[in-house]
Structures are given as structure tokens and as C-alpha cells.
T-cell receptor, first 115, second 118 residues
Framework: DAGVIQSPRHEVTEMGQEVTLRCKPI?????LFWYRQTMMRGLELLIY????????DSGMPEDRFSAKMPNASFSTLKIQPSEPRDSAVYFC?????????????FGEGSRLTVL | AQTVTQSQPEMSVQEAETVTLSCTYD???????LFWYKQPPSRQMILVIR??????QNATENRFSVNFQKAAKSFSLKISDSQLGDAAMYFC???????????????FGQGTILTVHP
């Protein structure tokens, strides 16, 4: 079974541009998470979904960030307009509501650089 | 709010020796998971070991074991016979399994960079 798939792997853009990061979770998983990783702040949970419904978006930094999950196999994280301080690695992860594991499976991350 | 604290930003160990990474967490819940994830330079997040809070027995996975002290809210990772490939950033993580609006939420600690010397 394929793992969590994120695209793009790398994105370089200029300040003010719109950025869209994409994620395809593992089939059958009903939880999806978006994390941001920076040297200064570590791994921050931005938002997570259960059955396509946002459960907690308290980590979304500001209105410039938005996330959607239109169906069980796809999610997007959008930044509009982007700023240099948004430069980070963005991880998507998914998990199943399974008491036997509880683990999150991570994608390889999308490295965003905003100039 | 649930928090996870890793008080050691960096640790080092000689190859074949043993090292212990510390983690404490704060929660009022009784039902949760604890994890240690490894992130090598490739940045891929890899699960090292998991512990269910309701289990008293400490989890082990080959050279990796944990010391889970529920009352003290402590969850340390011991790596025995350290290998060069163990060099990575290690993250402690806590996942809520109790009911409520935060069910399923997973929170990471700040991470510990482990260096393994040959």
C-alpha cells in the first residue's frame, strides 16, 4: 500500500504569491494532520481532520492559511499571500481510528521557501 | 492544554554504548498513547516505539526500550548498543484517546538531536 503522498516536495516562491500544498492520505485512514516544522518552533500541529471534518485548527497561524479536505483521499493547505516567515517543511500525516496502533504515518514533507 | 517537554536539545553517545533520552508530558487524561519518532537527515518521520498508557509493561523494540512512569508523566527512550545509523533527531509525542473535542490530537516535543561517535 502506498504511503502518504505529498506534493510538491520542494517549492520556491516569491513573497505575496499563493502556495498550495497537497496531500493524499493512506487509503482507509480517517484522520489527517498538517504539521509545520521549523528550526525555531519545532513541529507544530496546524490542523487535523477526522472523516474530512476539521476538528482542531487552533494551530493555523493566521487567516492567510487555510486547509480543506474535500474527500477522504485528498487535502490541501493553502497560504495566500505567502511571506518569508512561512518558509518551513510542511508535513501531512494520516492515521486510522485503530486502538492497536494509534500511530501517525507521515509523508516526506514539502519544503517551502518564500523569498 | 497537553504539553510534551524534551529537556535535552542535544545528546551524544559512543558507538555500541547506551543512551537515554528524556521526555515528560502534562495531561489530565488517563487514556493516551506515547510515541518516539526518529527523523534522520532525510527528514522522513519514522516510528521507533509506542506505549499505550493503560499498559504497565514497558514497550521494547529490539535495541529500543522505554521507561514509562505514568504517575510521574515521564517517558524516556533507551537506545542500547548504539549504531551510527541511530544518529537523528528524536521526537517524543503524545496522542489523546479520551473523548472530547481533542480526540486523536498528537502533540510533539521539541526534539533531541542524537549524535553517535564512532
Amino acid at each position: 500500500d502506498a504511503g502518504v503522498i505529498q506534493s510538491p516536495r520542494h517549492e520556491v516562491t516569491e513573497m505575496g504569491q499563493e502556495v498550495t500544498l497537497r496531500c493524499k492520505p493512506i487509503s482507509g485512514h480517517d484522520y489527517l494532520f498538517w504539521y509545520r516544522q521549523t528550526m525555531m518552533r519545532g513541529l507544530e500541529l496546524l490542523i487535523y481532520f477526522n472523516n474530512n471534518v476539521p476538528i482542531d485548527d487552533s494551530g493555523m497561524p493566521e487567516d492567510r492559511f487555510s486547509a480543506k479536505m474535500p474527500n477522504a483521499s485528498f487535502s490541501t493547505l493553502k497560504i495566500q499571500p505567502s511571506e518569508p516567515r512561512d518558509s518551513a517543511v510542511y508535513f501531512c500525516a494520516s492515521s486510522a481510528r485503530d486502538r492497536n496502533t494509534g500511530e501517525l504515518f507521515f509523508g516526506e514533507g514539502s519544503r517551502l521557501t518564500v523569498l | 492544554a497537553q504539553t510534551v517537554t524534551q529537556s535535552q536539545p542535544e545528546m551524544s553517545v559512543q558507538e555500541a554504548e547506551t543512551v537515554t533520552l528524556s521526555c515528560t508530558y502534562d495531561t489530565s487524561e488517563s487514556d493516551y498513547y506515547l510515541f518516539w519518532y526518529k527523523q534522520p537527515p532525510s527528514r522522513q518521520m519514522i516510528l521507533v516505539i509506542r506505549q499505550e498508557a493503560y499498559k504497565q509493561q514497558n514497550a521494547t523494540e529490539n535495541r529500543f526500550s522505554v521507561n514509562f512512569q505514568k504517575a510521574a508523566k515521564s517517558f524516556s527512550l533507551k537506545i542500547s548498543d548504539s549504531q551510527l545509523g541511530d544518529a537523528a533527531m528524536y521526537f517524543c509525542a503524545y496522542r489523546i484517546l479520551a473523548g472530547g473535542t481533542s480526540y486523536g490530537k498528537l502533540t510533539f516535543g521539541q526534539g533531541t538531536i542524537l549524535t553517535v561517535h564512532p
